[in-house]
């Protein structure tokens, strides 16, 4: 199925004070030209720069850099009506979602509307709290639901938390969750297509890397390759691989690879490929010379 | 419910409030001071009761009236036509086939409402059902629980329900082919987005507040509630114009959500709205919810949890953040409803409450749980020890009390489900109410079931000591809603110096008795002097 036309809905699920303003923050003001909008519970929250904001009226925030802001007020329903009667549409919709939200219902919008695709549920996980929400005599259920909805898990706050303590949530995490992409996030910032997507067809002059808010990115050309290769390389490079996508033609023809939210997955490509490769890691993934090696291997066949 | 005189013959009437209320030789005297009475004998069969006050429904039951009614039991239509009820899943198809066959614009939306599954065990309506009313238009059934509906296929179509992701909220079949069945807002929202009909907006239009108050009126409902509504900015201008024309026959009590907005600004607003108050439009209080429901397996329970082991419910708001809620509303002195369904949902929110209370000291706060089905007898202790009241959704005991014995509740705790007998015991300030449109806004209705504590199935739920007597059900659907409401020295009783407000009934629910309280005929109402007559015919 191609997306062409559709909204993608990326979820920001956590509990209170996991840090979901913060990322939402960063997301909006370093938006990289994306016109998204967020419907979230509290406008106050956000303490987006006062020189950021070009308008404000009623439930409705616009930013100078195309995004819009718009306060929930606890019904979801009304919010998406008012958004996907926009025109244009958004290039992407974020929702923060409230504390005790179970995102898998919320993700349920995109299957009942033909233009919105469920993008991803991001789950922000509170290092110094966990052992304290996934105890709570009355949340703890809700809490597991969160982790276990999430397309990619993101520790906050690891600079409050010791190395032990880091290291055992995110081996209980992956045990949990085992193909799911874990990262760890400071003050919200990361790299915002780690949360929102790779966007493949952005021009790529030449074979870069760059290491961003300690990620690494790797973009590339690569000659046709046969899907079930790149998956395997792909498979080989977990858990330090987080997101990729490819453009790519196989004897099969042209297609399109995500890894995304742990799931791999392949459609085919209408028109030509463009030969694309990105791909965001941690930064144990291997460098970029490291790549280049694994990913022209065999490059023939 | 006058203390004093709690059985009279004659009651005057003076500029929408209650002269006097006795013997004709007590009110006679009146007439030195205030001019001579005219004596009208029209009711003088009938009994006179104090308007009857539904504490807990919503404006959205007026909005259904234009669409077509398909539920199990009888019911009444703003302009008293009664809607039969249908009794099997052929029949509602039957019905929608008609509808259709006679309607002009077949191409444009098909909705009904009001279906009820629980009572066709034997399968659930499919989209071939609807296919077979028609299949080049939508064609949706929404549920009487509100939380589901059926859509034929044309409307999945145009949806494009894809992936097996939310197999949660679209029922599929065993082969992982959607029935039609939606759960939840998604529901909705897909009925929205594909017929291009805003529910929304058709739901706070001055129209359905029309219907609203007529089909309150129809039950002797003077003053009702539309308990949540998040008041958008200015729209209590057209809500002011609609309720305070004089042949809008009922006062309205409207709750503002409280978390529509952050907590300060939210006390603003209700302060705003507090400005725009008039003798029959009130904003005088503030709805929070903090659970789903109990037939939806979305209520908190308390260990151990669902009959049929069904997952814990759902929070609709972080504790903390209720309690924060709870804490500016109660500095600020303003009341909340809080609904609460399950029994450990109705202990976070009085713990809630009580730390509002240890911050802001409020003697009469009133705070008041709305539902509280499960509430024990310890819960109602606390709440009398806190001071706040209940209303309990009695109408579940009739239609879905077979339901929580059988599938939520068991047997057990299904018997002290809206235990109104408990709340009184324990001395908590008690009403009753509908939750209309989830079940028919009928007080009398409402206070047979708390009466008889019968399920539809016809099984008795508890052992006797939960059911309270007609007396104090009428008490609950009259004083008890007013005193909920802080409006107790206004309405709720037949008194000089209250507004004039009564319902007009054919005969005398304490002579009729428990059994027939809900088959008593609702002649009109009186509202601030005013007299509506009923006009009932069948459909």
């Known amino acids: 199925m191609t997306h062409i036309g559709t909204v993608p809905l990326t979820i920001i699920s956590g509990f209170l004070g996991s840090g979901k303003t913060s990322l939402l923050n960063h997301l909006l003001t370093q938006s990289e030209g994306r016109r998204i909008t967020a419907m979230v519970n509290d406008f106050g929250a956000l303490n987006i720069d006062a020189e950021l904001i070009a308008a404000k009226h009623g439930n409705q925030i616009a930013l100078a850099n195309g995004c819009v802001c718009c306060s929930i007020g606890d019904d979801l329903m009304r919010s998406f009506m008012e958004v996907m009667q926009q025109s244009p549409l958004p290039d992407h919709i974020i929702i923060e979602a409230s504390g005790v939200a179970e995102p898998s219902r919320i993700a349920g919008f995109a299957s009942v509307d033909r233009q919105l695709r469920l993008d991803g549920i991001v789950t922000l996980v509170d290092a110094g709290a966990h052992n304290v929400h996934s105890n709570d005599p009355y949340l703890a259920d809700n809490y597991a639901k969160q982790i276990e909805a999430a397309h990619l898990l993101l520790i906050s706050k690891p600079d409050l938390a010791d190395a032990a303590t880091l290291e055992n949530l995110e081996n209980e995490l992956a045990a949990q969750k085992p193909n799911v992409p874990i990262a760890q996030m400071t003050h919200g910032v990361l790299p915002i297509n780690l949360v929102l997507g790779l966007n493949a067809a952005e021009e790529i002059r030449q074979p870069h890397e760059v290491i961003e808010h300690g990620f690494m990115q790797w973009a590339t050309h690569l000659p046709p390759q046969p899907r079930a290769a790149l998956i395997t390389k792909l498979e080989n490079l977990r858990p330090h691989v987080l997101r990729a996508k490819a453009v790519l033609q196989d004897d099969e023809g042209a297609y399109v690879l995500h890894l995304a939210g742990g799931r791999i997955s392949t459609e085919p490509h209408e028109g030509k490929a463009s030969g694309h490769f990105v791909l965001i890691g941690k930064p144990q993934m291997p460098d970029a010379a490291a790549l280049e090696k694994i990913f022209r291997q065999n490059e023939a066949a | ?539």
């Open chain 2, 1 to 539: 419910m006058n203390p004093h005189v709690p059985h009279a013959t004659h009651i005057a009437v003076r500029d929408g409030h209650i002269l006097g209320v006795g013997t004709a030789e007590n009110i006679d005297g009146w007439q030195k001071a205030w001019g001579p009475l005219a004596l009208n004998t029209d009711f003088s069969d009938k009994t006179l009761l104090p308007g009857f006050i539904e504490g807990h429904s919503h404006m959205m039951e007026g909005m259904f009236w234009d669409y077509h009614y398909v539920g199990y039991y009888d019911r009444e239509g703003p302009d008293g036509t009664v809607w039969p009820g249908l009794k099997s899943i052929d029949e509602v198809v039957a019905k929608l086939k008609e509808i259709q066959a006679n309607r002009k614009d077949k191409d444009t939306p098909l909705i009904a409402w009001g279906f009820d599954p629980i009572y066709f065990t034997d399968r659930r309506m499919n989209a071939a059902d609807l296919d077979s009313v028609a299949t080049d238009c939508s064609v949706i059934v929404l549920h009487a629980s509100l939380h589901i509906l059926n859509a034929n296929n044309f409307v999945m179509e145009a949806a494009d329900v894809k992936g097996a992701d939310n197999s949660e909220f679209i029922r599929r079949d065993e082969s992982g082919q959607a029935t039609g069945e939606f759960l939840g807002q998604l529901g909705y929202y897909m009925a929205m987005r594909t017929t291009g009909i805003n529910l929304l907006a058709i739901a706070s239009s001055p129209e359905t507040l029309v219907n609203f108050a007529n089909v309150a009126r129809q039950t002797g409902v003077t003053t009702a509630t539309d308990l949540v509504n998040p008041m958008p900015a200015g729209s209590e201008n057209a809500m002011r114009q609609a309720v305070d024309a004089d042949d809008f026959p009922m006062r309205l009590v409207v709750a503002f959500q409280g978390n529509s907005m952050e907590p300060a600004e939210g006390v603003a607003r209700m302060q705003e709205l507090q400005a725009s108050n008039s003798d029959k439009l009130r904003f005088s209080l503030v709805k929070m919810v903090a659970d789903g429901s109990i037939q939806g397996f979305s209520a908190r329970l308390k260990w151990p949890h669902y009959f049929n082991g069904a997952p814990n419910g759902l929070w609709y708001i972080e504790p903390e953040r209720l309690g924060d809620y709870l804490k500016a509303f109660t500095e600020a002195g303003i009341q909340v409803h809080v609904h609460t369904n399950g029994d450990e949902c109705t202990e976070v929110a009085l713990d809630k409450i009580e730390e509002a209370l240890r911050a802001h000291p409020w003697p009469d706060h009133r705070h008041t749980l709305q539902h509280c089905q499960m509430a024990t007898r310890a819960h109602f202790n606390r709440m009398k020890a806190l001071g706040v009241g209940v209303n309990l959704f009695s109408n579940h005991l009739y239609y879905w009390g077979d339901a929580h014995i059988n599938i939520t509740m068991g047997p057990e705790r299904a018997a002290r489900l809206d235990d109104a007998g408990g709340a009184l015991a324990e001395g908590v300030p008690l009403a009753i109410h509908s939750d209309a449109p989830v079940t028919a806004l009928a007080p009398l209705f409402t206070a047979w079931c708390a009466v008889n504590r019968l399920s539809s199935g016809g099984v008795t739920l508890g052992n006797g000591t939960q059911n309270i007597s007609v007396e104090e059900a009428l008490y609950a659907i009259t004083m008890g809603a007013a005193y909920s409401l802080k409006m107790e020295n206004e309405i709720g009783s037949l008194e000089a110096g209250k507004r004039a407000d009564i319902a007009i009934l054919a005969d005398d629910p304490i002579e009729v008795g428990a059994e027939k309280l809900k088959d008593i005929s609702v002649i009109g109402t009186m509202v601030g002097g005013r007299v509506h007559i009923n006009q009932g015919r069948s459909a």
